[in-house]
């Protein structure tokens, strides 16, 4: 039997959970002598303390304690988050020090999907690497691809004699990855802060990208697309219908991410003045891309130093003005609109015409004229076994990629591999920042901080 | 653009005439060569503070095996106000393998120079917490250098990682570093 059976205690007019837990609760006990009395039963008032409330009361006894409990607070734990963390989006792990809730250092621990990227570069071919700049950051490996060839392009300066529609189709690419690398970081950071609703909204436009991607290359993930010098192949039949009707689709979906996020007011608590990066800061971090842009930058390379067409291109840079991770959302969201308008402008003025430069020393020829003519054979024989044949020198190239400026210095002693290729990942730079922007916050801001910061280890660690 | 890159170029090799020599342009990009390495931080803090280039976009090490002095540092530096892109090389012997740090000047040099020190074995002198940064603490090779084989070493430590040489070593699919020209180098040669 219930002790409300038993002895009668009801609770009458109980206003729900008290805003003061050490304000005590009161209850009318109602004292029952017989079955029969009921009615006749006798109210009085007893006061029953909360385990809150008598803690409190005990301690307030205790002043020779008191000096011992100061003590403690100043005291350091040790946390552990990582290498496989959900919130870390890979395989990142960060030792954090704490004094309560807050934590007084950060220092993240990176090279757990370290593959040696550069050590293989220096024993292939230019053209055999590219499939290893897939893996950098494996959200947009169409943009790396970009990257990479404009790198070597611009080391046999040949970057200026790209053919028109080859750089158009590699600013839709670029674009387009871009968009693909957004609507993860997006879905990923808002699922980190409690709204899992938009992950799967921006997973299903990412699917649709993947199929257009598909269509391109071959290969959803693993692209491979670009060619020193050119493409790997034109577009197919329908694409760019496709392509147009995926953009008309994914406006609605910024549009809808916006309504779950742009005003929630859970998301905007988690992240408003959450991990504030001042402009000066950022810049001596060396932190770049829409991080750079939240804190306050306009610098845009496709802005200051265009590459491929986007000089003749007409789009805005988004610029934040606090640096913090809220900025960095919305630097995000109106970086994929402002995508979304350039591929369209390529779309409309795409020319026609070869996608690749002619030249039989730096392009593969194509497979019927390497059957039937001499000429055309050595090239082919020349280009596969020795590769293209770069000047000795050294060049570095940036390109604005999704997470920042993923830059590639090559050093050449001439021939068809290079010397040293060094990869500038952005990721590896942003996360320098970390400890920065980790110390003297909660706890449970990192996950917002980690997630606006949209990092991938897989280019972090190379 | 590089017109405004050769002119602060100008500028340095002006404020340093000992410590820096030619400047080279190659595709529109400044090159300087830093003849006393021991000098790269005060150059460094001048390009930051006199000629703004406030942003450092990275830190490079080349091994040019053979040759003496072996290594080359290279900073590639960047300045938001004028726009213009600078690379500064200086050359590091083999037995001293070391530099003075830029850490003070630009915070991102930080984990630049931890990775040179993981993968090329270059100490920076003054830097605040040289560890290794991709490869593990204790990790015995420098694997970037170029007599660090492509297949791998095998370590002495028993338990971390892999301790035997990967099983590709020699084979027909492994390019051979430094055998010279591309055709001996190049797989398909052993066949």
């Known amino acids: 039997m219930s002790p409300r059976r038993v002895l009668g205690i009801e609770s009458r007019a109980n206003p729900g959970p008290s805003p003061n837990i050490v304000e005590s609760q009161r209850f009318i006990t109602r004292s029952r002598l017989k079955d029969a009395d009921y009615n006749m039963a006798e109210v009085k008032d007893i006061e029953i303390k909360d385990s809150a409330a008598s803690a409190a009361e005990a301690l307030a006894g205790i002043d020779a304690q008191e000096e011992e409990l100061t003590d403690l607070q100043g005291e350091k734990l040790t946390l552990n988050m990582g290498p496989s963390h959900p919130s870390t989006h890979g395989v990142l792990r960060i030792v954090l020090e704490l004094d309560g809730e807050v934590i007084t250092k950060a220092d993240p621990d990176v090279g757990y999907l370290h593959r040696g990227d550069e050590k293989i570069a220096e024993n292939m071919t230019y053209t055999q690497f590219i499939p290893y700049t897939d893996r950098l950051d494996y959200l947009a490996p169409l943009a790396n691809n970009v990257a990479y060839a404009l790198a070597v392009e611009k080391l046999m300066g040949i970057d200026k004699d790209l053919p028109p529609r080859c750089q158009y189709i590699r600013v839709i690419c670029c674009e387009l990855a871009r968009v693909s690398a957004h609507l993860l970081g997006l879905g990923a950071f808002a699922m980190d802060v409690g709204a899992m609703t938009v992950f799967l909204h921006t997973f299903t436009e990412r699917e649709k990208i993947y199929n257009l991607i598909e269509a391109l290359t071959g290969a959803r993930f693993t692209t491979s697309y670009t060619r020193i010098g050119g493409l790997s192949r034109d577009l197919p039949t329908h694409w760019i219908k496709d392509c147009e009707r995926f953009l008309a689709g994914v406006e609605i979906n910024f549009y809808e991410t916006e309504r779950l996020l742009t005003r929630n007011k859970i998301f905007v608590d988690r992240t408003k003045d959450v991990g504030v990066l001042p402009l000066d800061v950022a810049i001596d971090y060396g932190v770049t891309g829409p991080n750079l842009r939240a804190s306050g930058s306009n610098h845009d390379i496709r802005k200051v130093h265009p590459y491929l067409v986007y000089e003749d291109l007409d789009f805005d840079v988004p610029v934040g003005t606090v640096g913090d991770s809220y900025d960095r959302y919305l630097v995000r969201i109106e970086e994929m609109r402002q995508s979304v308008r350039i591929i369209r402008q390529c779309l409309k003025n795409l020319p026609d015409g070869p996608i690749s430069i002619a030249d039989g020393k730096t392009v593969l020829p194509p497979k019927d004229k390497v059957l039937t003519s001499m000429e055309e054979l050595i090239h082919q024989f020349v280009l596969v076994t020795q590769g293209v044949d770069a000047p000795k020198g050294q060049i570095y190239f940036g390109a604005e990629n999704p997470k920042g400026e993923l830059g590639f210095y090559i050093k050449s002693k001439g021939g068809g591999a290079p010397h040293r290729l060094k990869i500038r990942a952005p990721s590896f730079v942003n996360l320098s920042a970390l400890p920065y922007l980790l110390k003297g916050s909660m706890m449970s801001d990192t996950v917002a901080i980690l997630g606006s910061i949209d990092f991938v280890m897989g280019e972090s660690d190379r | ?191």
């Open chain 2, 1 to 191: 653009m590089a017109n405004s890159a050769k002119r602060l170029a100008q500028k340095l090799t002006k404020a340093f005439p000992q410590a820096l020599g030619e400047l080279e342009e190659f595709r529109d990009e400044i090159t300087i060569a830093v003849d006393t390495a021991s000098e790269i931080a005060s150059i460094c803090q001048y390009a930051k503070t006199e000629l703004g280039f406030d942003y450092l976009v990275d830190i490079s090490s080349v091994d040019n095996y053979g040759d003496d002095p072996r290594f080359e540092v290279v900073y590639e530096l960047y300045g938001y106000e004028h726009q213009s892109h600078l690379r500064l090389v200086t050359q590091v012997s083999e037995e001293a393998a070391s530099l003075p740090t830029v850490t003070g000047i630009w915070r991102t040099a930080d984990w630049h120079e931890r990775e040179i020190y993981d993968m090329m074995g270059i100490r920076f002198e003054g830097h605040p917490d040289l560890r290794r940064i991709l490869m593990w603490e204790g990790y015995p090779h420098y694997p970037l250098r170029k007599d660090f084989p492509l297949a791998g070493k095998p370590t002495e430590l028993p338990e971390i990682a892999f301790t035997k040489e990967a099983p590709l070593e020699g084979g027909p699919f492994v390019t051979t570093p430094g055998a010279g020209d591309r055709v001996k180098s190049e797989p398909r040669s052993k066949s």
